[in-house]
């Protein structure tokens, strides 16, 4: 009997990790299960509800982009690589929605973007041929297929989905720019391009040069931190504990030797 006593914890356990163990990889919800393929299917149920509305409005065929404020530039927070980067080149990470402009000493600027949505991300290398201020938009026909009632053109401004800047990706359609709705930032939800914050991409516009280097990955494999490494401060410390090098002293040249010599002899 005792040892039917001292087996009940250990079945207990046992029956309650096995329901658990088959939905560990899910979340809950009001004591439900919530499975990734619902998660899916709502999301892809809400991008259908979302597109067939933007099907529904009719925008002027040639669009005023609005007023052209001063924005002032919001450098975004510096973080550590693990590794050297080419300095002064960008590299975009799809997968983390991040783009870093690197720094010197493996240090990189990192900015939140938004990037393209299932079926529309792409990887590969690019330079930057072209930097505007308050672009004005004019739609591919690709996009106008979509979406029917799109203008043909939008003048730059705030109502312009490009933002304040927008840096142009060798011959392709794609650019790094702005945005009029910072709610899209964080999200897989462009056609391609990456969005950022009309602040930082101001801040980027101002540092990244025609030229500049873009590297698109869709997951950038190197590690980041947020803070320095422990490694960059032993560096440091044992170039402020280095002993400085003895100061040389001058060799008497012979002239100098001699002169010295026929002071010192008695008169």
């Known amino acids: 009997m005792r040892c039917w006593i001292a087996f009940l914890p250990a079945l207990a356990a046992g029956l309650v990790a096995g329901p658990l163990s088959a939905v560990g990889l899910e979340n809950w919800a009001d004591g439900r299960p919530v499975f990734e393929s619902d998660i ?3 999301a892809e ?3 259908a509800r979302r597109a067939e509305r933007r099907k529904q409005v009719v925008y002027p065929k040639f669009m005023n982009g609005g007023a052209q404020p001063d ?9 550590y690589f693990n590794k050297n980067e080419e300095t002064g080149s960008i590299i975009v990470d799809t997968q983390g929605r991040k783009l870093y402009f ?9 900015y939140p973007i938004s990037v393209g949505r299932d079926g529309f991300t792409w990887s590969g290398t690019e330079r930057i041929t072209r930097i505007a201020a308050w672009p004005s938009w004019t739609p591919p026909p690709e996009m106008h297929k979509r979406q029917p009632g799109l203008p043909i053109t939008v003048t730059g401004g705030l109502r312009n989905p490009q933002g304040a800047r927008a840096l142009y990706l060798g011959n392709t359609i794609y650019r790094i720019h702005g945005t009029n709705n910072d709610r899209t930032v964080g ?3 462009s056609s391609g391009c990456f969005r950022l914050t009309n602040e930082n991409v101001v801040h980027l516009a101002s540092i990244a040069k025609v030229g500049t280097k873009v590297k698109v990955l869709p997951s950038y494999t190197g590690g980041v931190s947020q803070s320095a490494p422990l490694s960059s401060l032993f560096s440091s410390w044992a170039r402020d504990e280095q002993p400085s090098a003895p100061a040389k002293q001058k060799r008497p040249n012979a002239k100098s030797a001699a002169a010295d010599a026929k002071k010192k002899a008695p008169q």
């Open 40 to 42: 899916r299917q709502k």
């Open 45 to 47: 149920q809400e991008e």
């Open 71 to 79: 924005i002032t530039p919001a450098a975004p927070p510096i973080v």
């Open 102 to 110: 690197v720094l010197p000493g493996r240090r990189a600027y990192e």
């Open 187 to 189: 999200r897989a939800n």
